[in-house]
């Protein structure tokens, strides 16, 4: 039983070690979709390779479920750590407050404001191509799918107390 979680910490390990060398540096290991897909693929696998090991060795539902947990643990940590560091306002303003300490040059920066609309397209072109969003024309609109998908983020933050921001 030691081996098996010896080998799950591994095989996290591993995957974690393959990002930093390889992925990160491709094209779709920038992506959400592309990061999104590692990681989910990677469960998968993990998945089906740990049912297979408990079924052969007659472990027990259990132990898998704990492995999948793990590797759930490991890949929300990781995915919430890789959008956080994906261009933030924050992290680009620290970083020119420790480049340049002058307020006033400061506020020159348009490099944010290019930051900002550079995100703002690729999350349209991300929601577009998960069809959760239509354009038209000058309009941007959402879709039967979106709208069931906005409705819930609402539901959810009414729930918790968090707030929606209207603009």
């Known amino acids: 039983m030691k081996y098996f979680l010896l ?3 591994s095989y996290i390990l591993s995957h974690f070690v393959l990002y930093i060398q390889f992925v990160r540096r491709s094209s779709w290991g920038k992506t959400e979709r592309g990061i999104f897909r590692y990681h989910f693929y990677s469960v998968l696998g993990f998945g089906a390779s740990v049912l297979a090991l408990c079924a052969f060795y007659k472990f027990g539902t259990g132990l898998w479920i704990s492995a999948l947990a793990f590797h759930g643990i490991y890949s929300l940590s990781f995915l919430e750590l890789w959008s956080l560091s994906q261009g933030s306002y924050s992290l680009q303003l620290l970083e ?14 348009s490099q944010l404001q290019k930051l900002g609309d550079f995100k703002i397209e ?3 072109a991300s929601l577009s191509g998960l069809q959760l969003i239509r354009a038209q024309e000058k309009n941007i609109t959402l879709t039967f799918a979106g709208a069931i998908l906005a409705s819930f983020f609402r539901l959810v933050a009414e729930l918790t107390g968090g707030e929606i921001l209207k603009r």
């Open 7 to 9: 080998l799950s910490v």
């Open 122 to 124: 690729r999350r349209l």
């Open 96 to 109: 020119s407050i420790g480049n340049e300490s002058d307020l006033s040059q400061l506020r020159k920066l």
